[in-house]
């Protein structure tokens, strides 16, 4: 005797799986009643800046033109002072010694003649070119 099982066969069941909601997104797009206008998003005026930045390297430029000028005219002045200056004198002697602690006897006779702040020193006793 051999025993069969059988199952009845799966009956319809009501019960339904939950029904889940729409998914609503996260942002909501804004209604279209008008096409967005340019003042409705913040662009900086490009060609304000621009101009902006062009103005300020014409200026840099010529201030670096202006220092470079000035530079040249300062040299060719201490380079008549060493050019009149006696290296067989005291201050010639003296300015020899001190002229070894630069690159060059140019470079000494600007830093001892135009030093970087001998404006701010009222006894300023070096001799003017």
Sequence with gaps: N???C???PPQSSSVQPPVQPP???LIQAPAQSAPPRATDYPIPNLLEQLSLYAKEKLETRAQQRH???QRAELEAKVQAWLEALDPLSDDGFWFEQFAQNYSS???AAIAF???????????NLRPTI
Excluded at 113 to 123: E, G, Q, R
């Design 67 to 69: 220092q470079k000028q």
């Design 23 to 25: 998914v609503q997104p």
């Design 6 to 8: 059988v199952l009845p």
């Design 2 to 4: 051999q025993r069969l």
């Design 113 to 123: 003649l135009h030093p970087p702040h001998a404006t701010l020193n009222p006894f």
């Design 105 to 107: 006897r140019l470079e």
